[in-house]
């Protein structure tokens, strides 16, 4: 079934879970979920294909989970709190999971985090459409001419970037 | 009467809780974010709250996708971490506070709140990593300071409540606790966040610019905040930073005016940008008011402007 258009569908490199997805993705995240027990992290680990038959997966869903598409298995319905577990399975931190999502170096990664992040800017919206927000609860871009001058500044600096 | 002296932001990363348990907090890497902590866990043994309510969200531990509560109050005796798939966090079992709690869901519930009622619930690192934070570390065959009582968020599946949903929720919240008849002193914990992406291409977001905004209009004009749509949160502060939602439950259960005393930012810690603010309702117990004017005084003469401003430098600052 096609997905809705939403406004988050802008954010580049973004998979929203949000309700769709929670519906289609129920297998994936059931199937992640029961990989908490020890002997369904066996059982999965000894065969692969055949443990995921028992839960209610389509053929890409399956294939995307057999491959380790991480991006995939969110798109699919998949929600990171749940997917981890699989990494978490194969033995791996949750940073070389991120890394794989951006498909960059675990190394790379955490130099790029320890540099304070990946910049907002350039970040921010596939249409490149959307305006600067600083979390100051304004509608942005139109200040009335009462609004202090702490949040004026404010407003400059974002126009600025 | 039960009052509501002091509310808490704090992240709540797993891998704070990590380093924790395997005794790392004096590695240089999370000295960075463990010094941030220091006054607040003095803060903390100062204040001695009788009770804390702690706003957190779950982590694919107690709820699976079969069930997705909004809003989740534990009423239980006392709530046992959860195994997240590594064992269970090495911490005590979490005592809870059920009179108080099942006070807070009969109120909240006739205010329009419709809450889930939890008598049976693991907890995991979105509740007990703040504990530490806050409380120290404590070992698990050894007692947590005070009851605590959980209120677990969705903010897993989208759409999580609104900013003003969170933020009325606390307001009920407090109008509850001040109903109820025994003479507690209660903090409340608003957990998660602040900037941060773990998921997809876009992984490992940061936003301090937005961080900063948040936090400056969380001690002034939370209203500002309350008004804040999701779409702005997941694009500028990452898809899951929009947990900060949580923080403005504990800040609509304080005084519209508050006393910021403690403030600290801290970039990363693992994936996400770690926030860390203490407020405080002027109405403070007298005891525990003069306590903090004697330790405020004491600080006075050494936090000098050039101490303050190295402090701000490092991302710390006091206000006393």
């Not at chain 2, 749509?229 to 939602?245: C, L, Q, S, T």
């Amino acid at each position: 079934m096609a997905r809705g258009r939403h406004d988050y569908d802008d954010i580049p490199g973004t998979f929203v879970f949000d309700a769709d997805r929670s519906r289609q993705g129920y297998g994936i995240n059931m199937f992640c979920m029961s990989l908490m027990r020890e002997e369904n992290r066996k059982a999965f680990k000894a065969n692969e294909a055949e443990y995921l038959k028992k839960f209610a997966l389509t053929p890409e869903q399956t294939a995307a989970i057999l491959k380790r598409d991480y991006n995939r298995m969110l798109e699919l319905g998949g929600n990171i709190y749940f997917t981890a577990k699989l990494g978490a399975t194969d033995g791996h931190s949750f940073q070389h999971l991120a890394a794989v999502m951006t498909g960059s170096s675990q190394e790379d990664y955490a130099k790029m985090m320890l540099a304070g992040g990946r910049s907002i800017e350039g970040n921010r919206s596939r249409s490149g459409k959307a305006a600067p927000k600083h979390a100051a609860g304004a509608a942005g871009g139109k200040r009335r001419a009462g609004a202090k001058p702490k949040a004026k500044a404010k407003s400059k600096s974002a126009k600025r970037k | 009467m039960a009052r509501i002296v002091a509310g808490i932001g704090s992240s709540h990363v797993p891998a704070i809780g990590a380093a924790i348990d395997n005794d790392k907090t004096h590695e240089p890497y999370w000295q960075r974010v463990f010094s941030g902590f220091e006054k607040s866990q003095a803060w903390m043994r100062e204040t001695k709250p009788d009770v804390a309510i702690v706003v957190y969200n779950d982590h694919a531990s107690a709820f699976s996708v079969d069930l997705i509560p909004t809003f989740a109050l534990g009423c239980a005796a006392e709530f046992p971490p959860a195994d997240e798939g590594w064992g269970p966090r090495p911490v005590p079992v979490v005592k809870g506070h059920p009179a108080l709690a099942s006070h807070i869901a009969q109120s909240v519930i006739l205010d329009e709140f419709d809450l889930t009622i939890c008598n049976k619930m693991e907890v995991d690192h979105g509740m007990t990593v703040p504990m530490n934070l806050l409380f120290g570390k404590v070992d698990k065959n050894a007692h947590w300071p005070c009851p605590v009582i959980p209120l677990a968020v969705n903010v897993v599946m989208y759409p999580p409540p609104t900013g003003h949903r969170c933020y009325m929720l606390g307001k009920a919240i407090r109008k509850a606790v001040e109903t109820y008849p025994d003479d507690l002193k209660v903090v409340i914990f608003g957990t998660g966040g602040l900037s941060h992406q773990i998921s997809g291409p876009r992984a490992g977001l940061i936003n301090s610019k937005w961080d900063k905004a948040f936090l400056d209009n969380l001690s002034k004009a939370p209203q500002k905040l309350a008004k804040i749509p999701h779409i702005d949160y997941m694009r500028e502060a990452g898809a899951e930073g929009i947990e900060m939602v949580m923080w403005l439950i504990m800040r609509g259960a304080l005084d519209d005016k508050v006393d910021e005393v403690y403030r600290f930012y801290a970039v990363p810690a693992s994936n996400t940008a770690v926030g860390h603010i203490i407020l405080e309702n002027h109405r403070r117990g007298a005891k525990a008011g003069a306590a903090r004017k004697t330790s405020a005084a004491k600080r006075k003469p050494a936090a000098g402007k050039h101490k303050r401003a190295a402090a701000r430098a490092k991302g710390h600052r006091i206000r006393g």
